[in-house]
């Protein structure tokens, strides 16, 4: 099929659910937030259940080719498996820069990292046994994480990130037998912190992706829109992927009014390209978002092109961020029946 469409990862979790407010009044949590969920927590994992139920339904209805579980039941995309790690001391958090430049507590290292058990893997099971549509499953990468960690173990970055991507190799094969078809990991400070992804970062990831068969995505941004206001037009590191075992790249074109040339550098990658802008709460039409992939095409062959929103859509109202997924179903019709 062309132009296959699919979510970057989250969908907007309910407000009984979450303290959607205190969420969006705060920079994504990198330690738990458990303060977060409105829901007793000998309910909490019937409540999770239930509604990464309707965020599945919601991707199904809205007509998307490959689904996700939503992230529901995380309260950020990278906290919940960074967090589940050994080496972390969480009593004791330490304190990192957000790539917004303000300081936010953050797991702080205390000894070797290792994944103790798997953390995504019922998450992925749940999925699976209520869709019978593709489906994907996101991790945070390896040298995201580090970024959102204070080092007080290892010598030297390096050593840390490896060791995160251990952990993060481990993960994804346990998610590949669990029955995903696509695993996504998500690495948005590649693009912040572009002279340590080059030093280190792109050796972590593919140290991730060792011995890994299945299809595998990397998603790099500029961040979340509702956190992130100011986009540059161009990345800071992206040609540098086409080296990454990573079967597709996710990026992000709608609010940056990226210069999509800088994809015909990916040769050999499929490539989501971000269709939706997360900054606006008006439903785009299809036409426009049409015409954002257009941009694209005469860098990417319309056979590695796939649909998606610029980043996760936690942040959106949800009948917003499922009119903006029909807009885009709609959209991806409109461009098969032009490039059949």
């Not at 969920?37 to 991707?59: C, H, K, S």
């Not at 998307?64 to 529901?72: A, F, K, N, P």
């Not at 802008?277 to 590695?304: G, Q």
């Not at 885009?328 to 032009?338: D, F, G, P, T, Y």
Request: hydrophobic fraction near 40%.
């Amino acid at each position: 099929m062309l132009f296959p469409t699919t979510i970057v990862g989250s969908f907007p979790q309910p407000d009984w659910l979450i303290d959607r407010q205190k969420l969006a009044g705060r920079f994504p949590p990198r330690v738990r937030a458990k303060e977060l969920w409105r829901v007793a927590p000998p309910y909490l994992e019937e409540a999770w259940n239930d509604a990464t139920l309707l965020a599945i339904r919601a991707q199904e209805a809205a007509g998307l080719d490959i689904v996700s579980d939503g992230e529901i039941r995380r309260e950020s995309y990278s906290n919940r498996f960074a967090t589940a790690l050994d080496g972390v001391d969480l009593d004791n958090p330490g304190t990192g820069l957000d790539r917004s430049g303000h300081p936010n507590p953050v797991p702080r290292i205390t000894g070797k990292i290792r994944r103790r058990h798997a953390v995504e893997v019922e998450d992925m099971l749940f999925l699976r046994r209520h869709t019978d549509r593709k489906t994907k499953i996101t991790v945070p990468g390896p040298f995201t994480m580090l970024q959102q960690a204070q080092n007080d173990f290892y010598a030297s970055e390096e050593e840390a990130a490896m060791d995160y991507a251990a952990a993060v190799n481990a993960e994804i094969r346990d998610l590949f037998a669990a029955g995903a078809d696509v695993v996504q990991i998500d690495e948005p400070y590649m693009q912040a912190r572009p002279e340590k992804a080059r030093q280190y970062g792109l050796a972590a990831l593919n140290r991730a992706l060792d011995g890994i068969t299945g299809t595998t995505a990397v998603h790099i941004c500029f961040g979340y829109a509702a956190i992130i206001h100011e986009r540059p037009t161009g990345y800071s590191f992206l040609p540098e992927l086409a080296q990454c075992g990573c079967k597709q790249v996710s990026i992000e074109t709608a609010q940056s009014h990226l210069d999509c040339s800088v994809l015909q550098q990916l040769e050999g990658k499929q490539v989501m390209v971000g269709c939706i802008d997360l900054s606006d709460m008006a439903i785009e039409s299809p036409a426009v978002i049409a015409d954002r992939v257009r941009r694209a095409l005469p860098y990417v062959a319309k056979e590695r092109v796939i649909l998606a929103p610029d980043c996760g859509m936690k942040y959106l109202p949800r009948e917003v961020a499922q009119g903006k997924l029909r807009a885009m179903v709609e959209a991806a019709q409109i461009l098969r029946k032009e490039y059949a």
